[in-house]
């Protein structure tokens, strides 16, 4: 029965659009202690908060040029706005309240309330998802628009209050502390998978996973694990992002098919995606449990996996 149930999560998950990440590591000037291997890091991602709460999306928003280009269908539903695209002139029409916004792929010019106006940033396409300019989406629509250098955040404000965040892990390093105020999601009283995990281990190991729910049975799980290693200054981190369905049994299946989204450590010798391609997660009141992963039994990514349980627990914050 636990074989059936996990290759029905595993069909769905497949049907699911996988996110694709390029990591473009740097080298820190850092070197392991016996100078074998140097510390890499990748770029920050940029993330989006509406009123104050993370919004998950399937393609990240990207900085071209300086101007902050946004997934439209997310950004939109976020903000409340009715969206529509229309394939034969491909142009983009974003309606909210009474104000109407027209807008053409790979054109500076767009239309508010029928009166033609002019962006220095054109809306693009990219794995198959429409990226507006932020500020001009988002000012048309009688939002503030702001801009957090140091996460990396973009920061939406509307007319409802904003989310507070509570109270974060003790001994959390800056690095860690900053991605967790980037990714940190509420509790949803009508799912209890969704909210912020922690499984703090100080002297080894520690993980956060933050669960968001994207649709009907689609979730999206970010996590960040990190650890101290080698005497550097700063922690090992890896921040992953992947999607998730529940299966039929109410646990949580989770697709490790990605490059990580964020990488700071040691030059990575193998594939990121060599190791578990998906993860089993199970709730109970404010508890998440990691019940299992599937492991290949080698680096070859043809070869058969393996089902490993486990009972890693993760408390609610």
């Known amino acids: ?9 595993l069909i769905f998950l497949c049907a699911l659009p996988l996110p694709s990440y390029a990591l473009n590591l740097h080298d820190t000037g850092y070197d392991t202690p016996d100078n074998r291997y140097p510390i890499v890091e990748s770029d920050t991602p940029v993330t989006i ?10 393609v990240d928003p990207v900085l071209i040029s300086g101007r902050t280009m946004v997934p439209l269908r997310a950004a939109g539903e976020a903000l409340g706005a009715d969206i529509k695209w229309n394939g034969n002139d491909q142009s983009i029409t974003v309606k909210k309240d009474n104000n109407t916004i027209l807008f053409y792929l790979y054109s500076t010019t767009y239309y508010l309330n029928g009166k033609a106006s002019y962006s220095d940033a054109t809306p693009i396409l990219q794995k198959n998802r429409t990226l507006l300019p932020l500020r001009v989406f988002a000012e048309s629509l009688n939002a503030k628009v702001n801009w957090d250098q140091y996460l990396y955040d973009v920061q939406i404000d509307t007319a409802k209050a904003d989310q507070s965040l509570p109270a974060l892990p003790a001994q959390v390093p800056a690095d860690v502390e900053k991605l967790i105020k980037k990714y ?14 922690a499984k703090p281990d100080y002297h080894y190991d520690a993980k956060y996973i933050f669960v968001s729910k994207t649709g009907n049975n689609a979730y999206q799980v970010t996590s960040i694990r990190w650890n101290w290693s080698y005497g550097t200054p700063r922690p090992f981190i890896t921040l992953r ?42 709730v109970a009141g404010s508890t998440l449990t990691h019940i299992g992963t599937d492991c290949f039994t080698s680096l070859d990514p043809n070869s058969p996996t393996e089902y490993i349980p486990d009972s890693t627990a993760y408390a609610k914050f």
């Open 184 to 197: 940190y999601v509420a509790p949803n009283q009508n799912d209890s998978f969704v909210g912020s995990w």
């Open 49 to 58: 908060h509406v009123d104050g709460a993370y919004l998950p999306t399937d």
């Open 241 to 282: 992002k992947e999607p998730a369905s529940i299966n039929s049994s109410n646990i949580l299946v989770r697709a490790n098919m990605v490059e990580p989204l964020y990488y700071f450590g040691m030059s990575p010798q193998y594939p990121f995606t060599l190791y578990s391609p998906y993860d089993y997660y199970s």
């Open 1 to 9: 029965m636990i074989k059936r149930t996990l290759c029905l999560a």
